[in-house]
């Protein structure tokens, strides 16, 4: 485990998840741990094929405590729901947690993107912003990373050296764009303790 000292009076709001390969294993594995009753919502970008519709919500449905759905323009999330960027929309935040899809441009030959996700969340919610990057190749990620770094939220990685492909995580830590680099079976855990204050920074 890695990271900075830090206190913090601010209650997390949201979290935030982008993977990219190996993602649907590590959603999987981080939502399957959570309990029914997390306090917070969840966004989730995936990199999905953008040219079929996508059954992963309903597989992390069915095996989550959580209510796993695609995320649907005008919905406003709620705590303990898990909202999924459908296929070749980006998914953003807005004021009062109501969601946004988004056809715009590509962002690094992906659509969705996890930057505009974290750059969103990191706009509304400040310090109360908690991102996690899992898998992935490429560096999807590293500036919405960065952008809730810089409004004093909090970043978890996987660790690279455990992700099945380490190019997404690895970028956030070489960036220094990180709080805390775990095993993926630890994060889950990790999500818990910082929104319920029980783990400091």
């Not at 998914?91 to 962002?107: A, I, N, T, W, Y």
């Not at 490429?138 to 660790?159: F, I, P």
């Amino acid at each position: 485990m890695s990271g900075i000292s830090r206190s913090r009076a601010v209650p997390y709001e949201i979290v935030a998840i982008g993977a990219s390969a190996g993602g649907v294993k590590a959603l999987l594995t981080v939502l399957k741990a959570l309990p029914a009753d997390f306090p917070v919502p969840l966004v989730i970008v995936q990199h999905l094929d953008p040219r079929h519709d996508t059954v992963l919500a309903e597989l992390l449905d069915r095996r989550s405590r959580l209510r796993v759905k695609l995320a649907e323009d005008g919905d406003v999330v709620e705590p303990g729901v898990a909202y999924l960027a459908p296929p070749d929309r980006h998914l953003l935040v807005g004021p009062g947690g109501e969601l946004r899809l988004s056809h715009r441009d590509k962002v690094r030959f992906v659509r969705p993107s996890a930057d505009p996700l974290f750059e969103s969340v990191a706009e509304v919610y400040g310090q109360r912003a908690l991102v996690c990057v899992l898998t992935g190749t490429g560096c999807d990620g590293l500036a919405g990373a960065r952008a809730v770094s810089s409004r004093g939220g909090t970043v978890v990685a996987e660790d690279p050296s455990t992700a099945e492909f380490k190019g997404m995580p690895q970028a956030v830590v070489n960036a220094a764009a990180v709080d805390l680099t775990l095993p993926l079976d630890e994060i889950a855990a990790a999500l818990v303790a910082l929104i319920e204050g029980t783990m400091s920074l």
